[in-house]
């Protein structure tokens, strides 16, 4: 058992503790969000020519796009392995523990040499540190979530899990950033060959700030108190699954019209709008910044829509930014295609919008699903389901579909399918928004 602070920390360090908690969440997430970013950035610009040499530009790109689809495959696994040990020790070992995993893979990323020196070898070894990856952000973003939300303000639940969730904006602003800067400074061919490896590098000092943060932190008196109280369950996998099928299987829809469309934003257009295919021919830089606006644009409506939950309503706000979703689909790509230069990149300046409206409130509506000794597993397996059906497969599958019809619409259509979806699962999943979540009888069968 874990030898944990008393659940019942005094009003002083309780206030210290939470501001702690919202700022490790946060540092953490960005972290590990940032090294995850990287390589969806370098599998639509880089690695098609690094490791994948010698085939079409179509073949290259799915290939890279495959690699990134296998992270999306580790990422239950690592939610299973560390929700485990998350609802069976605590939160705050398995944080530590799923940073140095992120941060040491991807350095090693970065100084893995291409297919021209390893051959076959050089692309294995990418697909094995992916598999690295996908896992420690499995484990990352229940930990994180939980560390802010069973701190906070329980009346303020949905704000307060909004603030992990600022990883994915911040993560994504500094990825995208670095890589615009070196692209710029070096040029493409320099940055193809190995400017692109130094952000990767950039890593190992990140998650040194990061660990540093982390282990001045406590656990959370929700957790502390189960275990106080002898709570805890001796296998947490199996006991979500007997319980809580519903609220996994459910979570994981829910995300279809967030997940999926963030990284045809985020990952895939950075392919279609460079690679001279599809009548695009941008610069590396010109789609590298729109994107960086719109990370930046997420910044500041992601805690928003997180506080605005907590008044509005949690389904409401997010009902309304899956439903935004389904129609923006056409008008980014009519954007995108209009051969207006300022029109695609104001597009891609608000790629993001619909999705922040979702992304704000989602942490504490999949997290309220489940009780405390359950919940590090619970939410973790739900959120990270999605990736197999939403997040993981998306640039590849919008590869595919532009490959089949040859224009950007046939994308529409694919997020407007997953916004119906979201719209059905949010419908059937309970909401628990003003419910308290520390007492075990709110999630009796009975009231569910």
Not at 285 to 304: D, K, N, Q, R, Y
Not at 411 to 423: D, H, K, R
Request: aromatic share 12%; charged share 10%; with cysteine.
């Amino acid at each position: 058992m874990s030898h944990l602070q008393d659940p019942t920390p005094t009003a002083h360090e309780h206030r210290t503790q939470v501001r702690r908690a919202a700022i490790a969440s946060t540092i953490g997430t960005t972290i590990e969000w940032y090294d995850y970013f990287l390589y969806g950035t370098a599998s639509a610009l880089v690695f098609p020519h690094l490791f994948f040499p010698g085939v079409s530009p179509y073949i290259g790109t799915l290939a890279a796009f495959a690699t990134y689809f296998v992270g999306f495959l580790a990422r239950p696994v690592g939610a299973a392995i560390f929700g485990h040990w998350g609802d069976r020790i605590g939160r705050k070992v398995m944080l530590i523990v799923t940073l140095l995993m992120m941060g040491i893979s991807t350095a090693l990323i970065g100084v893995l040499p291409g297919s021209d020196s390893w051959g076959d070898a050089a692309p294995i070894i990418l697909i094995l540190l992916r598999v690295i990856q996908g896992i420690a952000v499995g484990g990352e973003w229940s930990g994180s979530v939980l560390l802010s939300m069973e701190w906070g303000d329980q009346k303020r639940r949905g704000l307060m899990g909004s603030w992990p969730q600022l990883g994915v904006a911040i993560g994504l602003i500094l990825s995208t950033a670095l890589m615009t800067i070196f692209n710029g400074v070096f040029g493409k061919d320099a940055f193809v060959t190995w400017g692109f490896r130094i952000p990767f590098l950039l890593s190992l000092v990140l998650v040194a700030i990061g660990l540093y943060i982390r282990l001045k932190i406590m656990e959370t008196p929700q957790f502390s108190k189960v275990v106080a109280q002898q709570e805890t369950t001796t296998a947490p996998l199996l006991q979500v699954f007997r319980r809580f099928p519903k609220e996994i299987i459910l979570a994981a829809l829910l995300r279809m019209s967030e997940q999926m469309p963030f990284y045809v934003v985020t990952a895939f257009v950075l392919s279609y709008m460079t690679s001279g295919e599809h009548g695009h021919d941008y610069t590396y830089s010109f789609v590298l910044i729109g994107t960086l606006i719109a990370a930046g644009v997420e910044f500041v409506l992601v805690p928003l829509f997180g506080l605005f939950s907590d008044t509005i309503g949690r389904k409401t706000i997010y009902a309304w930014g899956a439903a935004i979703m389904g129609v923006w689909g056409f008008v980014y790509f009519a954007l995108l295609d209009s051969g207006v230069t300022w029109l695609a990149f104001l597009a891609l300046c608000l790629g993001l919008v619909p999705h922040a409206m979702q992304y704000g409130p989602q942490a504490s509506i999949i997290a309220e699903s489940f009780p405390t000794n359950l919940r590090y597993t619970g939410a973790g397996l739900g959120y990270q389901l999605s990736s197999i059906i939403a997040g993981g497969p998306a640039a590849l599958i919008a590869t595919w579909l532009i490959h089949q019809f040859g224009t950007g619409y046939a994308v529409s259509v694919y997020i407007l399918i997953s916004a119906v979806i979201t719209l059905i699962a949010l419908k059937l999943l309970k909401d628990r928004s003003r419910a308290d979540i520390t007492d075990e009888a709110t999630y009796d069968r009975a009231t569910r």
